[in-house]
């Protein structure tokens, strides 16, 4: 068997398109979780913004919430736990807390996804404030209990507030992102 002189490797154009579909896949899988994560560290740094962190767990909750309905693949268990670690770590919590509230939290909206998934906007807002207000008041729980004495409430309902308030902002932005990841534009 001869090879032919003329004929060389050549890389095969339906390769690179292969796997240029499958970066993309997975730069649209992680989007939401490095979106969120890129938040934290921003709104953890000393910018002089008012009330930055106390912005954090709500805007988390308000993202993992709505991801974990909408792309459950883009907000899987191990991100969640990751964001929560990352939320511990810049709110110098005690290791875990913030995961576990989260992942109690993003299991709650991918079991029941299906259900609310067929619910308008203002019946989610309501579920997300009864579940975000309960995670809320679960970090106030978990965190007083791990410091032997009960933490100011004026905090956590602050907390609590502000999670349902900032929701609908991210629903918003959430939805149009959404609709964007899953119908990119034809590419020419």
Known sequence: ????????WHRNQDSSVALAQRLDRLARRLLPGGITALVIVLLAAPTGFPAATALLPGLVMASVFFWSVWRPASMSALIVF???LLMDLVGFASPGVDAFVFLLLHGIAVHARFGLMRLNFLGMWCIFAVLGSAACWLLWFLI????FRPMPLAPVIFECLLAIGVYPLLAAAGTWAHHRLANPEPQS
Do not use: D, E, V
Not at 1 to 8: I, K, L, Q, R, Y
């Open 1 to 8: 068997m001869t090879a032919n002189p003329g004929s060389s």
């Open 82 to 84: 990751g964001l929560g």
């Open 144 to 147: 007083s209990l791990l410091a």
